[in-house]
């Protein structure tokens, strides 16, 4: 007899490639991307396709396929950008939803579709969302369940769930809130682990996640429960960004430390534990987007 094998899960058909996108520079917004290989290499400046931007977010859908959107040009917007398998920017697609920037964030949810939450728009900080199809198309706003705040961080967890946590309400807050498989964003859970802002996140192991930088790093269960504070590894800085790669590990990259614009990089094994400091590629930003594809 044969031996059976098992169907691939959503969470081992995708992730293999991560990119970084848009951002503050020295000199302004930017739109140069950088793609991230399945080794976890950073490779140099893509030249930029869609509109310079900063305070954007982004995430995977499709299962292999990711999106830029929203973002702050000297005004908000909600345009998007979709990024194929092979990981190519496309022009800009015009937005839905209200233009928002400072800070949102987004994460896929049942294995070929995502989300965008939080962030502020021209009245102060929100809480709505914006879910994404699984070809990429972005539907109108749904109004706010959990408190509206910016300088959020969001990744993927227990295979086809999401969490947005942390932020800015004033000052700062350590809540989450989970994100169903249909993509039901649930009410305020308690915060575990220092309260701070400007953090990233991404998923690891497949089916967890991890909240990092600004000082701390939590890590979040497959069911969608985030520890304790572990201590930081690497330079502590904020308004960075994160993604998968190689399958079930992950990246943090770029950042501000010190009044200045950072490039430098941080691996998390599939264990979840972050590595040193990598020298950064790249031109140096912040308030920058990533995910991955392929």
């Known amino acids: 007899m044969f031996p059976i094998i098992p169907a691939a899960s959503a969470a081992d058909s995708g992730n293999e490639e991560g990119i970084f996108g848009f951002g503050y520079g020295d000199s302004g917004g930017v739109g140069m991307t950088n793609l991230v290989s399945n080794s976890g290499v950073v490779a140099t400046d893509v030249t930029a396709v869609g509109t310079a931007r900063w305070g954007l977010a982004a995430c995977e859908y499709g299962g292999d396929k990711g999106i830029f959107g929203f973002g702050n040009t000297g005004s908000y917007t909600a345009a998007t950008n979709l990024v194929t398998s092979s990981g190519v920017v496309g022009s800009d697609v015009t937005g839905v939803g209200t233009g928002r920037g400072e800070g949102l964030a987004a994460c896929s949810f049942g294995g070929d579709k995502g989300i965008f939450g939080f962030g502020s728009d ?3 900080r929100v809480g709505m969302t914006n879910l994404v199809s699984s070809s990429g198309v972005v539907a109108s706003d749904v109004s706010a369940v959990g408190t509206a705040r910016n300088s959020v961080a969001a990744c993927e967890y227990g295979e086809d769930k999401g969490i947005f946590g942390f932020g800015s309400i004033s000052p700062v ?10 993509g039901v964003v649930g009410s305020d859970v308690t915060g575990v682990g220092t309260a701070r802002n400007f953090l990233a996140a991404c998923g690891y192991g497949y089916d967890k996640g991890i ?3 600004n000082g701390y790093t939590n890590l979040v269960s497959n069911a969608g429960v985030v520890a304790t504070d572990v201590t930081q590894v690497g330079t502590a800085r904020g308004r960075l960004a994160a993604t998968q790669y190689g399958g079930d590990r992950g990246i943090f990259g770029f950042g501000y430390v010190s009044s200045t614009n950072q490039s430098m990089t941080n691996l998390v094994s599939n264990a979840g534990v972050i590595a040193t400091d990598t020298t950064g590629v790249g031109t140096i930003r912040r308030e920058l987007g990533a995910c991955s594809f392929n």
């Open 211 to 213: 909240f990092a930088f």
């Open 173 to 182: 807050t350590a809540i989450t809130n989970l994100v169903s498989n249909t």
């Open 122 to 124: 021209d009245t102060g």
